[in-house]
Nanobody, 115 residues
Framework: QVHLVESGGGLVQPGGYLRLSCLAS????????MRWHRQAPGKERELLAT???????YYANSVKGRFTISRDNAENTVYLHMNSLEPEDTAMYYC?????????WGQGTQVTVSS
C-alpha cells in the first residue's frame, strides 16, 4: 500500500528557507517519479516540481531558480528545498507519485511565509 508522509512545513519569514520532506513506503521508491505540488486557499492545486527515477528534474516557472527537488533513494525520501520564500508561497504542500493508473498523495504540510 502506497503511503506518502510530508513534513518540514512551518512559519518562515520572507526571504527564508525551508526544506520539505516526503517519506514514501509501500512501493519501489527508486523506480518512480515523484512530484511536489501546492494549493493555496481558493486556488487550484499547482504542480511545482518533478524528479524522475533517473534524477531528471522539471520546475514550474513560479518556482524555477528558487526551489530544488531532490531524492534520496536509500531513504525513500524526496525533498523540496525552498529558498527566497515569498508570502505568495504560502500554501499546503503535497507530494505525489503515480503507480499504474493511480495517483497517490500525502496528507500535506502547511507552509506559511509571513513577517
Amino acid at each position: 500500500q502506497v503511503h506518502l508522509v510530508e513534513s518540514g512545513g512551518g512559519l518562515v519569514q520572507p526571504g527564508g528557507y525551508l526544506r520539505l520532506s516526503c517519506l514514501a513506503s509501500g512501493f519501489t521508491f527508486g523506480s518512480y517519479a515523484m512530484r511536489w505540488h501546492r494549493q493555496a486557499p481558493g486556488k487550484e492545486r499547482e504542480l511545482l516540481a518533478t524528479i524522475s527515477s533517473g534524477g531528471t528534474t522539471y520546475y514550474a516557472n513560479s518556482v524555477k531558480g528558487r526551489f530544488t527537488i531532490s531524492r534520496d533513494n536509500a531513504e525513500n525520501t524526496v525533498y523540496l528545498h525552498m529558498n527566497s520564500l515569498e508570502p505568495e508561497d504560502t500554501a499546503m504542500y503535497y507530494c505525489s507519485t503515480n503507480r499504474g493508473a493511480g495517483v497517490y498523495w500525502g496528507q500535506g504540510t502547511q507552509v506559511t511565509v509571513s513577517s
